[in-house]
């Protein structure tokens, strides 16, 4: 595999007491003004390797339709959600560790369902640079030839059309920068995904901005999602109107409006 060069070495953004200041105030700003109560929330996974996730898992169960983009070293969310929900999830990841970590015997378990491909805005192939350390456990989005990998990347609409999905339950978006493309298609699509828990990159990932993340945000509460919790720059949002899966195709159908039934 490629090797970063010496004069090409890319480094997280520089941690500054004005940015933590930033950071600090975003939060409060969100707590105060966007965080909708009332929804009964339940953490999973590990907080100690960073993989821990806030979710609302009423409604989630053995029939639910669960995708997870992204994998690194770690996956017990997902061993979480299969434990204590009963949930079969579709995992995907593209990178060398991704795939390593899929290869241990723990997670050869038939309710895991791995697809060694990317998740994006739209299908294709993905430039991927390596973890900024040795230790660690991400490869991320990156759009230099320098050192980077090349591999394949798959939208939703096409992952659930190869899984035979109409809709998603619950979608874990920690795609190392990719994200924002997924959820413009999403939005765009008006693909039916009930749940979204993810991590925005800026300040995390060179050449990811905070205007990415807050865009991304607020086109999300603008379609009528409902952010319910927050946690540094992961995110969780819940369809706030009337959820009835829907049974179009969200790839051969991209513009219907959310059917309305019964109230949340």
């Not at 970590?101 to 038939?110: C, D, G, V």
């Not at 659930?160 to 979608?171: A, F, G, P, S, T």
């Not at 409902?226 to 159908?253: A, D, M, Q, V, Y």
């Amino acid at each position: 595999m490629e090797k970063l060069s010496s004069a090409s070495v890319l480094t997280p953004p520089k941690d500054t007491r004005f940015r933590r200041r930033m950071i600090y105030l975003r939060h409060l700003l969100k707590r105060a003004l966007l965080i909708r109560r009332g929804y009964q929330l339940s953490t999973f996974g590990e907080k100690n390797t960073g993989c821990q996730y806030t979710i609302c898992a009423e409604g989630l169960g053995a029939g639910s339709v669960v995708y997870c983009g992204g994998v690194g070293k770690d996956i017990s969310f997902e061993h979480a959600l299969v434990k204590r929900l009963g949930c079969s999830v579709v995992l995907v990841d593209p990178s060398p560790i991704g795939m390593a970590t899929m290869e241990l015997p723990q997670n050869k378990i038939p309710q895991l369902r791995f697809f060694p491909v990317g998740l994006a805005g739209r299908c294709g192939v993905l430039r991927l640079a390596p973890p900024f350390t040795p230790e660690g456990d991400s490869w991320f989005s990156h759009a230099s030839d320098n050192g980077t990998i090349e591999v394949r990347c798959l939208d939703l609409a096409t992952l659930m059309e190869q899984n035979h999905h109409r809709h998603v339950d619950l979608l874990k978006i920690d795609i190392e920068g990719a994200e924002y493309g997924v959820i413009d298609q999403i939005l765009e699509r008006r693909i039916p995904v009930r749940q979204i828990v993810l991590e925005f990159h800026d300040g995390i990932l060179p050449a990811v901005s905070l205007s990415q993340s807050l865009r991304a945000l607020f086109k999300l509460l603008a379609r009528g999602y409902k952010l319910i919790s927050e946690s540094g720059n992961i995110h969780t949002f819940i369809w706030g109107r009337n959820w009835k899966p829907e049974t179009r195709n969200p790839k051969s159908e991209p513009n219907p409006k959310p059917q309305q039934d019964r109230k949340q």
